[in-house]
């Protein structure tokens, strides 16, 4: 079994942590094989960001992520940019205000449009856990990685500080999946 | 005992570095090298080690050399243009005879090209990139966990060879993580510099009485010596004898040729029954390994042959395969350049041992290939895909 | 008490190289002479220079030395220094060896001030190549490249060194040689990264060009361009223009040497728990 997922956005957004987190997830508390691939531009924020993941139960051969099982993007230039990828059938999760999706794309892909950085900003309080909300959103659709894995992942990787707010955005964003 | 870590390429060639012995790192920050130099920045200090981020690239593989004379295990790293700037440091070392690790993330070119994205573009810089006949080491890791091994490996042949030492890894394998599994501390097998064991009055740098790498004495140890860019003799003065110099610059390049059969590693995957012969290397390798393996699951008698170095080719080896093969498949992430080293094995079916009086001395063990040759290369920044070289695979079945 | 300067040359190597009456073999003398003085052994000193005629005394003088390529001395030099911190580190370099192709390098090195000394033989010209003109070559005058007089300003070494944080700046020629080794002296001994700007005289291939094609007129001219700090002081700048003021120009020696800075910062990081993950 192979399973691949992007996560897209812009610098700045935390979308290459995550991508780092789900891996790490697998490897340390799945006992599974994982590979992660950041892709960027010299343009620090802003510029267009993509971390491909895969989860495999055998050796990983080949790392780029060719044929994607479940993409995400934050952001219409990447949306645009690196969707192509995507299986026919699987899931594409967008952010509502910020990514529209052509009508043909979701006859095409499991579409789920949901408000990911509003989260983060206003139930969550603060704009910078986004990429937590969507490791929730992640732990509920891909159903690859169990959400107390992930959770574990996410608590090797953030401050003890900030602890307690990413467990909220981490919950918060599991729950926007209905 | 194995030990499993998580990691990127980058990472790796840290700790490879540092597993070596190197304690000495001198560089100037680039996309996609830059980590290796942050890693450095970070350990070097903890161990009393010395990491300097120098003025330019120039100044970084200079005072690299310039460690490495004082006795320390040194490094330098960087990409595309950060290397070219290097060149005329990678031939004083070579020259000079210093020990030296040169890292480079390949990035696409030329110029600026894509800095953060994969390519193999330098493969023949590597080989040809400073001016003047020098010779060249050239090892080129197809995972993270070769970064690890062969990095340790580069630093081992630089130490033994007295000869600076590429390690072509790229963008793609300096930021990919992935789970590595590196063998124990204690099964790492760590060479250093033969140092002289003469009276100082007897030493002489250059001196090839106890063998073609003489023992390099560290400065200030009492053996007081001259090192220059010029060529020079046994005492390291500069010298214009043409017969003198004839044989010093065959002793450069033969140093490394006729040690071969142990520097230039590879990987024979899948090769027993193979008609169709894939070459690959790097990170590109992967991706070939899974066309190999969907092609044999159709049917087809593929395998594949992976340098591990890339400089010195080894050519022995790929004659071996070559000799029976119907097909060969060069790809590569640039626009053709290990293929030329592979076109010229096959058609003469022969390969350099040796530089002797001017003369060129071949294996000629092997008869030519008389497979067909065929490429898959890209230089767009994106890593080749195995249905890429699958569907070559089959148009040549 | 005389030098015996056989304890320091590679007398093997005699003769030299350099043209009958060059300048270069007057600041050699000199930096033996000031080494002699200190009582320095020579295992203890590390010589790297560059490329030129100036850069060919490093074959001459039996310590560790290192003749490298054209301007990268002082980063060879760096890093000869770094791993040897308690070890003394020299480079000698011509003008355009120093100020042009390794301009970087220097005021750099000048920035860290790390302790090194360098000496420029300040000649005025590319020697070696065939009197091409340099960063510090007169406007005006002659060159090879430049035919109908230079066209380029010129660099002041000292005030360029100064300016990028080095700690001992002194200049002297070779028409006081004794002046200059006691300069050179006291840059040897001075911790941090130090500079002796010294004139000197390239009577082929500059002087010949411009009307100093003896030896001993060039020196004379030296001297006519040059002026004491002490005689400076009583000068208006008017009077000033044109000329060079030779002595200490500049000492400071609060400014943190950097090998000392850099192996303070390895015992902080070594008694840090984290961040050397």
């Known amino acids: 079994m192979r399973y691949e997922l992007r996560f897209s956005g812009v610098g700045g957004q935390g979308n290459m942590l995550a991508g780092m987190i789900l891996a790490e997830a697998a490897i340390y508390f799945e006992n599974k094989h994982a590979s992660y691939v950041p892709t960027y531009t010299s343009q620090v924020r802003g510029g267009p960001t993509k971390a491909d993941i895969i989860i495999s139960d055998n050796t990983i051969l080949y790392l780029e992520a060719n044929s994607i099982d479940y993409f995400m993007a934050i952001h219409p230039r990447t949306y645009d940019m690196y969707k192509s990828d995507s299986k026919p059938g699987s899931i594409i999760v967008v952010d509502m205000h910020m990514v529209q999706v052509p009508d043909e794309d979701k006859k095409k892909f499991k579409v789920y449009e949901l408000p990911i950085v509003e989260t983060a900003r206003n139930k969550v309080g603060n704009v910078i856990t986004a990429n937590i909300v969507s490791l929730g959103v992640t732990a509920k659709l891909a159903n690859i990685i169990s959400p107390e894995s992930l959770f574990k992942a996410i608590e090797r990787r953030v401050p003890p500080k900030f602890l307690d707010l990413n467990e909220k955005a981490f919950e918060i964003g599991m729950s926007l999946v209905k | ?397 | 008490m005389s030098v015996e300067y056989e304890n320091y040359l590679r007398m093997n190597k005699f003769p030299h190289y350099w043209c009958p009456g060059c300048g270069n073999g007057v600041v050699l003398k000199a930096f033996i002479q000031a080494v002699d003085e200190l009582g320095w052994k020579n295992n203890d000193i590390g010589m790297v220079t560059g490329i030129g005629c100036s850069s060919r005394a490093s074959g001459y003088v039996d310590f560790n030395t290192m003749h490298t390529i054209h301007g990268r001395a002082l980063a060879v030099a760096t890093g000869i220094k770094m791993s040897n911190p308690s070890k003394h580190v020299v480079v000698f370099a011509g003008d355009g060896d120093a100020s042009a192709i390794g301009g970087n390098h220097l005021i750099h090195a000048c920035r860290r001030n790390i302790d090194i000394t360098l000496i420029i033989i300040n000649n005025w010209i590319y020697g070696m190549t065939g009197g091409q003109y340099s960063p510090t070559t007169p406007t005006g005058t002659i060159a090879t490249t430049m035919p109908y007089g230079n066209a380029d300003p010129d660099f002041d070494l000292a005030s360029l060194t100064i300016g990028a944080g080095a700690t001992f700046v002194a200049r002297s020629s070779v028409a006081d040689p004794i002046i200059l080794k006691n300069y050179i002296k006291k840059a040897l001994t001075h911790k941090g990264f130090s500079v002796i700007d010294a004139f000197s005289n390239c009577h082929i291939q500059w002087g010949r060009k411009n009307k100093f094609g003896d030896p001993v007129k060039l020196v004379e001219h030296i001297k006519s361009v040059t002026v004491s700090a002490a005689k400076a002081k009583k000068m208006s700048p008017e009077e000033l223009k044109n000329l060079f003021v030779t002595g200490v120009l500049y000492e400071d020696k609060d400014k943190k040497e950097y090998t000392e800075s850099y192996f303070d910062m390895v015992k902080r990081a070594q008694s840090q728990t984290k961040g050397g993950r």
């Open chain 2, 1 to 397: 005992m194995k030990r499993a870590v998580v990691a990127n390429g980058n990472e790796m060639v840290v700790e490879g570095a540092i597993d070596a012995g190197c304690r000495f790192f001198a560089g100037y920050p680039i996309t996609p090298s830059s980590e290796v130099a942050e890693g450095m920045a970070r350990k070097l200090p903890k161990l009393g080690g010395v990491f300097l981020q120098m003025e330019d690239e120039i100044a970084s593989i200079a005072c690299a050399i310039g460690g490495s004379l004082g006795g320390e295990k040194t490094m330098t790293a960087s990409s595309g243009p950060g290397i070219s700037l290097k060149q005329e440091g990678v031939g004083l070392a070579c020259i000079a005879e210093i020990p030296l690790v040169i890292i480079n993330a390949m990035r696409g070119g030329p110029s600026t090209g894509l800095p953060t994205r994969i390519a193999q573009s330098d493969i023949m810089q590597a080989r040809w990139g400073t001016h003047g006949d020098h010779p060249a080491v050239a090892l080129c890791p197809g995972s993270v966990a070769e970064c690890y091994t062969e990095t340790i490996r580069a630093f081992n042949i630089a130490e033994e060879l007295r000869t600076p030492v590429y390690v072509l890894s790229d963008a793609f394998l300096a930021h990919l993580s992935t789970k590595v599994e590196l063998p124990g501390k204690e099964e790492l097998k760590i060479a250093n510099r033969l140092r002289p064991t003469v009276k100082p009055e007897e030493y002489y740098p250059y001196d090839t009485r106890f063998g073609d790498i003489p023992p390099l004495a560290d400065y200030f140890s009492g053996y007081r010596f001259h090192v220059t860019g010029l060529n020079h003799d046994k005492t390291g003065f500069p010298n214009i004898d043409p017969v003198l110099q004839e044989s010093e610059e065959e002793r450069l390049i033969n140093k490394v040729l006729k040690r071969q059969e142990a520097i230039s590693t590879y990987e024979n995957y899948k090769l027993e029954d193979a008609q169709i012969v894939v070459v690959a290397y790097g990170s590109n390798a992967s991706g070939a390994k899974e066309a190999v393996d969907a092609a044999r699951e159709s049917g087809i008698k593929v395998g594949l042959f992976r340098p591990i170095t890339v400089w010195p080719f080894p050519s022995i080896p790929f004659q071996e395969v070559a000799a029976s093969a119907k097909q060969i498949i060069v790809t590569e992430v640039n626009l053709g350049q290990i293929v030329y080293e592979i076109e010229r094995i096959m058609l003469g079916g022969r390969a350099v041992t040796e530089i002797r009086n001017g003369n060129l001395i071949f294996d000629t063990r092997h008869p030519r290939s008389s497979a067909e040759l065929s490429t898959v290369l890209q230089a767009n920044g994106t890593p080749i895909r195995p249905n890429q070289i699958l569907s070559q695979i089959k148009e040549v079945a």
